[in-house]
């Protein structure tokens, strides 16, 4: 509004400079009062003994439990595969004894049967290999 240029709302095409200016007046006023309910909030919350801020507790608890978690996350990420492979292992040594000897060929194999990989997408030597460790 300041800057005198026109512009046309996309929401609201017929708004005119004075229906502008009124909206922007309307958006100031509530803004402010979001920000008065926010700081009395904060208020009555430190009054309570509510804890403001980020990062409570000890730095080297929060890494322990970080850390706890990456642990965690893992066993269960390596449980899910070790289930996974165990399902795909018959499947593989079905194709080898049907001649499919390079983990090229398994992986054509496995890709032609329609099965993909845990993130969906294709065989390839590689994955194949993981899975026979």
Partial sequence: MESGVDFIACDFPEANRLTVHILAAVAEHEASMISARTKAALT??????TALGG???????MASMAALGARVSANVRREKATKRYADLRPLIRELKAKGAVSL??????????????????NWTATQVMRVQL
């Fill in 44 to 49: 009555a919350a430190k009054a309570r003994g």
């Fill in 104 to 121: 090229r060929a398994i992986a054509e194999g496995l890709n032609e049967a329609g099965l993909t990989t845990a993130r969906g997408g």
């Fill in 55 to 61: 990062q409570r507790g000890n730095v080297s608890r």
